[in-house]
Nanobody, 121 residues
Framework: QLQFVESGGGLVQPGGSLRLSCVAS????????VGWFRQAPGKEREGVTC???????GYADSVKGRFTISRDNAKNTVYLQMTNLKPDDTAVYYC???????????????WGQGTQVTVSS
């Protein structure tokens, strides 16, 4: 099965940092776009950031300047460096694959189980 495995979440105080990892299981991601998404309690899943196989990136306005996505194809891994975390960043964070960084969430595949990020003082 094609699936990602997310890790790196945890409890952090406002203003803190976390680095999430998204490891491809059963496939290589050299030719894929990979996106990070999040779902907060009571809210729908939303796109956070995306990186293409060529290295182009995009970010939701809510995280610009605070989050950075990167990839290491040799390790089949995509990272999400999160800084200056806010309570509103609290959510389960997921990663998935696509051909390009499309806005349609239904076009994304290989969803992982997610990793919980909690920002609280």
């Amino acid at each position: 099965q094609l699936q990602f495995v997310e890790s790196g979440g945890g409890l952090v105080q406002p203003g803190g940092s976390l680095r999430l990892s998204c490891v491809a299981s059963g496939f290589t991601l050299d030719y894929d776009a990979v996106g990070w998404f999040r779902q907060a309690p009571g809210k729908e899943r939303e796109g956070v950031t995306c990186i293409t196989n060529g290295g182009s990136t995009g970010y939701a306005d809510s995280v610009k300047g605070r989050f950075t996505i990167s990839r290491d194809n040799a390790k089949n891994t995509v990272y999400l460096q999160m800084t200056n975390l806010k309570p509103d960043d609290t959510a389960v964070y997921y990663c998935a694959r696509n051909e390009l960084c499309y806005d349609d969430l239904l076009s994304w595949h290989a969803w992982g189980q997610g990793t919980q990020v909690t920002v609280s003082s």
